[in-house]
C-alpha cells in the first residue's frame, strides 16, 4: 500500500473523505492531525494514478497539498 499526506483546510477534511469514500476501493483516508488538518491517504498500488487524478481534480475546488509525513505517536 502506498500512503500519500495532505495539508488540506479543516473544513474541507469530511469533504475529501466523502469524495474519495466515492471511489471505493481506491483509497482509504485517515485524519491524522484534525487541528493542522493533515490527512493521510493509504492507496492500493493499482490505483496510484487514478487518486492522483482525483487530488489533482480536487485542487480545482480546495486547498490541497501533499507533504512529507510520518503519522504521529
Not at 484534525?34 to 480545482?60: T, W
Request: net charge negative; hydrophobic share 45%.
Amino acid at each position: 500500500m502506498i500512503e500519500k499526506y495532505f495539508k488540506i483546510n479543516r473544513k474541507d477534511i469530511s469533504y475529501i473523505k466523502f469524495v474519495l469514500e466515492g471511489y471505493e476501493g481506491l483509497a482509504m483516508v485517515t485524519t491524522i492531525d484534525r487541528y493542522d488538518a493533515i490527512v493521510k491517504l493509504v492507496i492500493a498500488p493499482d490505483f496510484v494514478s487514478e487518486v492522483e487524478n482525483i487530488v489533482m481534480a480536487l485542487k480545482d475546488e480546495i486547498d490541497i497539498e501533499e507533504i512529507e509525513g510520518e503519522e504521529k505517536s
